[in-house]
């Protein structure tokens, strides 16, 4: 296993070996379970990630995907070539959109979208004309504004963020900002509410959450400060570091997260027999 930095993480990590059948694993998906690239529209798995993660339901309690995406994206994003799909990880739930959207066994349960976006949708296009690679990623109930085929996509990030932050607010919107993107979605929910509720409802007895980005930051937040065993692993990246300096184990992005997956399943493996 690599190296666990914290007390806390090593009491994490011990709970979830010595009783595998308590524990809950949250996993973030661009960036965490899939290699950033460009384009979000082929943001595929990693190939290993499915086969890795339904051999660990097997022993688990509960595997979910808590995700800025909508569960269906992560779903079809989810496909692998040629070994299984995320969609036969075992009992699967997906909170998907920072936890607003549920997915479980097929069925998808999603609120309304907040009512200022329409007004938001019709806006945004005059407000991002003439930043020569700025995309927007249109999720149902939330805009996402792309940055990394820009020119210089942390200065476009920048030159973003104020008018954003305004239009948002006006419409009654926040802005999620992240790996080159800011996104503009409905207020009261983030992936530390999310995790928080699933872990009560699975009567969970330990907890590991996987991330990158700086939507993770809550979820470590509830992992951190729920009263069972937790440990909070970092996909590291040179992008983001706030997320690595929180965390109780890091490892190098997506391969290394299913290597530690892998490394994980050996453990709980090793100590059953
Ligand atoms: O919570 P997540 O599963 O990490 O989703 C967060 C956002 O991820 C996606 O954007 C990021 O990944 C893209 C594909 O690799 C990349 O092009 C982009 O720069 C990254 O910010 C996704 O497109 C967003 O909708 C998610 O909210």
């Given amino acids: 296993m690599p190296d666990v ?117 019709a806006e945004l296009p005059a407000l991002l004309s003439g930043l020569e690679g700025v995309t927007i990623e249109d999720k149902g109930r939330a805009l996402a504004v792309h940055t990394r085929s820009c020119p210089d996509p942390d200065a476009a990030l920048e030159a973003l963020r104020a008018p954003l932050v305004e239009l948002a607010a006006v419409n009654g919107l926040v802005v999620e900002p992240g790996r080159k993107v800011l996104e503009l979605r409905g207020p009261g929910v983030d992936k530390g509410k999310a995790l928080k509720e699933l872990l009560a409802a699975e009567r969970a007895r330990s907890v590991m959450f996987v991330g990158d980005d700086l939507g993770d930051l809550a979820a470590f937040e509830a992992v951190a400060s729920v009263d069972i065993p937790g440990v909070r692993v970092c996909s590291g990246s040179a992008e983001v570091t706030a997320l690595a300096e929180q965390a109780d184990v890091v490892v190098d992005g997506p391969d290394g997260v299913v290597a530690f997956l892998e490394d994980l399943l050996k453990s709980i493996a090793s100590r059953e027999q």
């Avoid at 569960?71 to 909170?95: C, H, M, R, S, Y």
Wanted: charged share 20%; aromatic share 4%.
């Fill in 5 to 121: 930095r914290t007390e806390s993480g090593r009491a994490g990590l011990e709970a979830m070996v010595n009783d595998p059948g308590g524990a809950v694993i949250g996993l973030d998906f661009d960036g965490t379970l899939s290699p950033i690239v460009t384009d979000p529209s082929a943001a595929w798995i990693h190939p290993a990630a499915p086969s890795a993660l339904i051999r660990l339901a097997e022993v688990v309690r509960r595997i979910a995907v808590v995700t800025g995406r909508p569960p269906g994206t992560a779903l079809a994003l989810g496909d692998t070539p040629e070994g299984p799909d995320l969609v036969e990880v075992p009992g699967l739930v997906i909170l998907g959109q920072y936890g607003i959207e549920r997915w479980e066994g097929g069925e998808i349960t999603s609120p309304p979208p907040p009512a200022g976006l329409t007004k938001i949708r």
